[in-house]
């Protein structure tokens, strides 16, 4: 289970906003308590959030198909 959490959070950001917390021993009795870190979620929205403009060259592609580029 903590190996999925750990999976879960390792995308760019997601382990520095969030802090996720599992307890208990069993399945019956595992608990997953989660916090977001306010001041880190601001600093992500200044680094990321509106900052990328894209300019490709293949003037065929939809927005749809360069963003999905982009991403991968």
Not at 47 to 72: D, H, Q
């Amino acid at each position: 289970m903590e190996a999925e959490i750990a999976a879960l959070c390792r995308p760019r950001w997601v382990g520095e906003v969030l802090t996720i917390t599992l307890t208990g021993h069993t399945p019956a009795g595992f608990r997953l308590a989660w916090h977001t870190d306010q001041k880190a979620r601001k600093r992500l929205e200044n680094r990321f959030f509106g900052k990328r403009i894209l300019f490709p060259n293949r003037t065929e592609w939809t927005v749809a198909e360069v963003v999905a580029v982009y991403r991968s």
